[in-house]
Structures are given as structure tokens and as C-alpha cells.
């Protein structure tokens, strides 16, 4: 990029074409913009911002990707969509919606609505009660942050070593 600046104006140039030109000011720390720059910066954030869900969503519960397909295919907003499903995952954590997901796949009803209501329907049958909301820091890392479960095996043999030496001092007694 190159910037030519005159008396009047300031024009910035990528591979000889005028990409930017605006009036020049020498007032200290005056910013110009134009509109429509902005308005493109906006869009290409939100843009950007979308597809980072949409990753996040994918690397959780890779059936999110089929479930948005069919909504694309039906005419769905796709925003909206990605939005309810990533509260859910907040909710619910990512092997329950992909759970979840899959089961509103496999009976044809591919809608966050749907997914949500399978979701609520297992909470009740386990007796578990709703989740509280949780307000977490406005930082990235934190936020777009994804945890995939692990195996509670290590756990269970622990948890069995336990019951195997009570036993064992039980019958030295």
C-alpha cells in the first residue's frame, strides 16, 4: 500500500488503485472516515464474528453442520440459528447437544426449537434441575473457549480401587 497525500486530499493506493481517498486535515488528532468504509468494516466484522461461532459450534458438536445445511436448505436464518445453538451449548455442554442434534436430525424436525426441546425433555428426566446462567468475563478466551469431555474411565477405576481395599481390610479384621 502506498499513501499520497496533497494539500487537499489523501489517497491511499494498493497495486496502482486508489482504494481510500479522503479530504486531508491538519487539525491534531482529527480522524476522518467515510461511511461506507465503515459500514463494510462493520459488515466484514460481523461476518467474521458469524463464522468464529459457526467454527466453535462445529468443533463441539460436529452434527451442528447437517442441522444448519437443512436450515439453509428450508430457508432458516442461519444467524439466529447458530446463536440459539451456542447458548445451548453453553447450557448443555457439547455431548448432550450433539446428542441432541442428532435426534432432531434423525426425526426430521432440524430446528434449534426442536433441539432444545430435547434437551429439556432429558433434564426432566433426569431429575436434574435448570441451569443457572453463569455470567462470564467479556474476554475471548474465556467466551469462545471449547472443552471437550474426556472419559470418566480413570475415574471409575479409581473409585474401584477405593471399594477393592475396604474390602481387602474388611477381611483382614
Partial sequence: MVVVASLQTVRIMHRGAVVAEHDRSFDRRR??????????????KRQA???????RLAAAAPASRELLTCLAQRGANLGS??????????????ARLEQAIREAIEKD???????????????RAEGRSPALPVELPDDPRVRELTIRPHTLESYDALTQDIVDQKEHNDHDE
Fill in 81 to 94: 440459528a447458530t446463536a440459539r445453538l451456542l447458548r445451548l451449548l453453553e447450557e448443555f455442554g457439547a
Fill in 49 to 55: 464474528r458469524e463464522h468464529r461461532g459457526l467454527d
Fill in 31 to 44: 480522524q476522518i472516515e467515510d461511511p461506507a468504509h465503515i459500514e463494510r468494516l462493520v459488515e466484514h
Fill in 109 to 123: 424436525i432440524p430446528h434449534p426449537h426442536a433441539v432444545r426441546q430435547i434437551l429439556e425433555r432429558q433434564r
